[in-house]
């Protein structure tokens, strides 16, 4: 992923709470001397360091990690396609403008440790539903005890994070107020995510 100098996140605290925000994303894994890795899309929490998830016993992935543990949990969002005109402010030809999509987008990388024992899968889902769910109550895991077999957990150590925060911050203020105000006019789905991701870029330049 190519991430230039005015697109890297502001701090840790700015991925974490993107990725939290949205945890549903894509588990990647490579394998060894595939034609193409795998690819899972699957809801996940992330603690600290540590990506917790589970997955259906049939699904393809576990092969993959069996033959090589590193894989990649892609997250992407807040994405809001900005339209060529709207990057053109006071006498500046609209025609000229250059079109864009402002998104975030992070890439968890680690080493997959799968979780096969019973005792471990119901830890699993209670971390799952403890964050899914947390005012709702359930029986404990444990107490679904052989469809567990069902399923198999994964926990993944992270030890690389590469993070992209493309919201123009390549351009002065005046235009990235500008496509704010025009994202929040046309208020589409993930325009008000876009516009408070410059918001929050314009507010620590100004610090």
């Known amino acids: 992923m190519l991430i230039r100098e005015w697109d890297k996140p502001l701090d840790d605290d700015e991925w974490r709470r993107f990725v939290r925000s949205n945890a549903f994303g894509h588990l990647v894994a490579a394998g060894s001397n595939r034609s193409i890795p795998v690819v899972v899309p699957t809801q996940f929490v992330l603690l600290e360091d540590e990506v917790v998830l589970h997955l259906a016993r049939p699904n393809p992935i576990w092969s993959a990690i069996d033959e090589n543990e590193n894989v990649v949990l892609s997250v992407a969002g807040d994405w809001a396609y900005v339209p060529s005109a709207w990057k053109a402010i006071g006498d500046e030809d609209p025609l000229l403008g250059?079109?864009?999509?402002?998104?975030?987008?992070?890439?968890?990388?680690?080493?997959?440790?799968?979780?096969?024992?019973?005792h471990g899968i119901a830890a699993v889902l209670r971390t799952q539903l403890s964050d899914l769910q947390p005012d709702i109550e359930t029986v404990d895991p444990s107490e679904h005890g052989?469809?567990?077999?069902?399923?198999?957990?994964?926990?993944?150590?992270?030890?690389?994070?590469?993070?992209?925060?493309?919201?123009?911050?390549?351009?002065?203020?005046?235009?990235?107020?500008?496509?704010?105000?025009?994202?929040?006019?046309?208020?589409?789905?993930?325009?008000?995510?876009?516009?408070?991701?410059?918001?929050?870029?314009?507010?620590?330049?100004?610090?």
Do not use: C, M
């Open 98 to 118: 250059v079109p864009t999509t402002y998104y975030a987008a992070v890439q968890l990388i680690g080493a997959a440790r799968i979780v096969d024992d019973p």
């Open 146 to 207: 052989p469809r567990l077999r069902a399923i198999r957990g994964i926990r993944i150590e992270v030890r690389e994070v590469l993070a992209k925060f493309k919201f123009g911050s390549n351009v002065d203020e005046e235009h990235r107020i500008a496509v704010r105000e025009r994202l929040e006019q046309r208020n589409a789905p993930g325009d008000r995510a876009a516009a408070a991701h410059v918001t929050q870029r314009l507010t620590r330049s100004r610090s």
